[in-house]
């Protein structure tokens, strides 16, 4: 098969399109032919080296946490997916490839393509597990940074739907898109706390940051000189100001599924900005890495 490898950290320029062997599946895996694969900021951090102090990589590495295809192949001990199913999830042997393992993995719905399934599980999970760590509740206001972002965008939904009301920064042009979804919009730099403050006069019970663009003063003031309730999963001067940073991704089968479900209501749905080639690779993350796509990007094999 086809796969984009690795074989030391570097620049783009380290991808290789390569041959290699087809795996097999294991006890409770699936074997997927891929049809999209997502392309996330992490897979460059990893590429770069910048997060081997995190955790170990074996290098060569395909990068890609999350796919979506066909079922091509199933492992002993699965027993919710049969050989010719559309599913998506998270990979267990990267996504940017023909062929993947995944073991955490449930149906695409119907109504999602490919590629919007492709670029869900891993913005669903950080955006449900951030929330989750806030305690938000309904009627609660929460101040999201970055709201038009992946990860901003899966949040502003998830926190939506738990009948939350949600403050989003984001730049004027994604004002609109935001207003749409139900969200309230402000401008982010110098002057957020007057304008906060204006459109929510009663004060933010949580923030959410997932831009790191230096926002936590302005949200520890917010949040009335505390920072209680207020998580990042972006900025690296969290411990600075008492700020929880949450990095680490839990791959639940049954959470998945119920992302599966929102996303076929329409209540979870995350905009596919760009569709590249699986050879241009490199470029799709450098795209990652320096631009300001309004979505995900996505590879096709």
Known sequence: MK???????GGPEVLRLVDTDTPDPGPGQVRLRVVAAAVNPIDYKIRSGSMAGVFTTRLPATPGAEAAGVVDAVGDGVGHLAVGDEAFGFTDTGGY???ALASTVVRKPEELSFEEAAALSLVAETAQRTLD???????ETVLIHGAAGGVGTAAVQLALARGARVVGTASPARH??????GVTPVAYGNGLVARVREVAPDGIDAV????GKGALPDSVELRGGTADRIVTIADPAAAEYGVVYSSR??????QLGEHARLAAEGRLRIPVAEVFPLADAGRAQDASEHGHAPG???LKP
Do not use: C, N, P, Q
Not at 249 to 254: M, S
């Open 208 to 211: 959410l940051d997932t831009a």
């Open 3 to 9: 796969a984009i490898r690795f074989g030391e950290f």
């Open 249 to 254: 991704a839990v791959r639940d089968i049954g």
């Open 296 to 298: 995900k990007l996505v």
């Open 133 to 139: 760590l806030l305690a938000l509740a309904a009627g």
């Open 97 to 99: 490839a023909e062929y």
């Open 176 to 181: 609109s898109a935001l207003r749409a979804l």
